[in-house]
């Protein structure tokens, strides 16, 4: 009976009765109509400012994410280049090392790198390899006062100034120094073609622009290549470093202000801190704010039409949101049902549509899912968890149909079962019962083998099939003998309480028939043959604590486990005596005494 704590809870959490509620079409109806009449009214100058704050936040976000954008292609194109270059001065110059092999194979990974100069620790040039140039091997030049050397030695890593070769092409000078001293410097003249290719790509709307600026507010790359190669003159230099002021005053925030050539723009910029260059990106003021001059535009001559078709579209829009919402209600109540096969039909063309679809596919996942649960239940219902998973992931059952295959066969019962259910309460009976199952079937589990078949005490397991393992007799021992352990633990317990039980085990194995038996409602993995008879007559011919295997068994765990030999015995249902082994208990370790297996050769 149920305690009335019990009876309380579930009391507490039926569901109560839904309350009233309002039609769904008549909120729309007058949500819509208020959504139209209200706002309309009264948005006038309301709009018109908010919407100057969202489409400035929306440019200042979009503006902001090009120019990081942008400033992070640079910064990853360049540590590219360095995590290339710092392979070059990795040795010291005295190890036996191959520096040109090293300098040609970063050149051949880094395709920017014009040429590559290693410096030794004294500012020595003692390897020059170019594209462009000759190169030179042990060239002798003393290097200890050229910039990029100085450079490297007070920061780590120097980036020179921006050049451009042939009045088109820019290029860099980058050095940096090795781990150890002995390791030396390398500097390498870097094309910057992909700094002004990642500019130039750069679009926001039909006349927005990026470009990048160094430190001293020189234009070093721009769309429009011709604004590089003319240089930066004072004035556009002081136009630049205002309007970089302009945004860090604004803290990073995208503004408007005037560009280098007088015209009202919006802009955001984005610092490159590792070289002190800083990216823009600037879009004119009349093509930003164009969506808000067109929603005022479209403001105002929707308060002329709005109180003719308010009602009208209050209407329109009500229906066509509750009747997809209804069958979306409809749909939810029956996959909540379990019917998995059923389908929502919308055709909206919008966002319903797409949630119907949604609805759909999980539909079908959950119904995949409940056939795939069901299956691995089926098979679970005879094989172990482990292999039962197996065969659903790879969808292969084939192993599961009636083949010959060479098995060990485990029969193991109770001894004095029958006496004792004779005499023993139903509770007591089963609970012994639920403990024995309990123990046998974790062990079962862990040898991944296969339970095929169990009646009150006794039960019948497969090791080798359905999939193979190795060494099926050694592994079917050893779970044996922890059959054995586990329950003589549980006999120990079970005797405390006045219960006379023991346990036996049969081992055999041999050739068999091996597959699926049943109809379509219930399935069974079994064995037919000869070596499932044997194991069932050795398991009854065995006393407590005894494991008793056959002449196959034993053989294949000759030198692993400890066996002796019994002779022959009358089997009931064989003509001739079987010889059989009984295992040994285990004495100081786990996998049994590796002595010879007594009676084998005789």
């Not at 092999?101 to 290693?118: E, W």
């Not at 535009?297 to 209050?314: E, H, N, Y």
């Not at 292969?396 to 004095?416: I, Y």
């Not at 000869?530 to 007559?537: C, G, M, Q, W």
Request: charged residues 25%.
């Amino acid at each position: 009976m149920k305690s009335s704590s019990e009876d309380g809870v579930r009391r507490s959490v039926q569901p109560q009765a839904a309350p009233m509620r309002r039609s769904l079409f008549r909120k729309y109806f007058l949500a819509f109509f208020a959504a139209v009449i209200v706002p309309l009214a009264v948005s006038g100058v309301g709009d018109a400012w908010f919407g100057y704050r969202e489409q400035r936040s929306m440019l200042s976000a979009l503006l902001r994410v090009e120019a990081t954008s942008a400033a992070y292609k640079i910064e990853s194109f360049l540590d590219g280049i360095k995590d290339q270059l710092v392979w070059t001065v990795q040795f010291d110059w005295t190890a036996d090392a191959d520096h040109r092999l090293d300098a040609l194979r970063v050149m051949r990974q880094a395709p920017a790198i014009v040429s590559v100069t290693l410096v030794d620790h004294v500012g020595v040039e003692r390897l020059h390899v170019s594209r462009i140039d000759l190169n030179r091997t042990e060239g002798g030049s003393d290097r200890s006062g050229d910039p990029a050397v100085v450079g490297v030695r007070s920061n780590g890593t120097w980036f020179g100034p921006v050049t451009f070769r042939d009045g088109s092409e820019p290029f860099m000078t980058m050095a940096m120094a090795g781990n150890r001293q002995a390791s030396g410097i390398v500097v390498a003249e870097i094309n910057l073609k992909l700094v002004w290719t990642v500019v130039s790509e750069i679009r926001v709307g039909s006349r927005g622009r990026a470009f990048v600026l160094d430190r001293t507010a020189r234009l070093i790359a721009h769309p429009d290549i011709s604004k590089v190669l003319q240089g930066t003159d004072e004035k556009t230099a002081a136009a630049y470093t205002r309007l970089r002021d302009e945004i860090a005053a604004a803290g990073g925030e995208a503004t408007t202000a005037r560009n280098a050539e007088n015209e009202p723009v919006v802009t955001a910029m984005t610092p490159i801190a590792s070289l002190g260059w800083t990216v823009f990106v600037e879009q004119a003021q009349a093509e930003a704010f164009a969506p808000l001059y067109a929603s005022l535009w479209r403001t105002g001559g929707l308060l002329l039409a709005a109180a003719v078709f308010a009602s009208a579209l209050a209407y329109w829009l009500a229906r066509r949101m509750t009747g997809p919402i209804r069958l979306l209600e409809e749909g939810t109540e029956k996959i909540g049902a379990g019917q998995f096969e059923h389908r929502i039909n919308i055709a909206t063309g919008d966002e319903f549509e797409r949630l119907a679809g949604r609805f759909n596919e999980m539909a079908q996942e959950l119904g995949v899912s409940r056939d795939r649960s069901e299956r691995i239940a089926r098979l679970k219902r005879f094989l172990a968890p482990q292999v039962a998973e197996l065969v659903e992931k790879s969808g292969d059952e084939s192993v599961l149909a009636g083949q010959r295959a060479e098995v060990v066969a485990v029969f193991c019962d109770l001894r004095g079962f029958t006496a004792f259910s004779a005499h023993a309460e139903p509770e007591e009976i089963m609970q012994v019962l639920r403990e024995y199952y309990e123990a046998l079937g974790a062990i079962i589990t862990r040898y991944e083998a296969t339970l095929t078949n169990f009646a009150a005490d006794g039960l019948m397991v497969l090791v080798n099939a359905p999939v193979p393992c190795a060494d099926p007799a050694l592994r079917a021992v050893k779970m044996a003998i922890d059959m054995q352990d586990d329950v003589q633990r549980l006999i120990a317990e079970w005797r405390l309480h006045g219960h006379a039980i023991g346990f036996g085990i049969g081992l055999a194995m041999g050739w068999a028939t091996v597959g699926r038996i049943g109809y379509e409602e219930r399935v069974d993995y079994t064995a037919i043959g000869h070596v499932v008879n044997l194991a069932s007559r050795l398991c009854s011919s065995a006393d407590d604590l005894q494991i008793l295997v056959d002449h196959a068994v034993a053989q294949s765990v000759r030198g692993e486990i400890l066996l002796v030999a019994l002779g022959p015995r009358q089997l009931k249902g064989f003509d001739e005596q079987i010889p059989a082994w009984e295992v040994g208990t285990r004495s100081g370790n786990s996998n049994g005494v590796h002595e010879p297996i007594d009676g084998l050769n005789g």
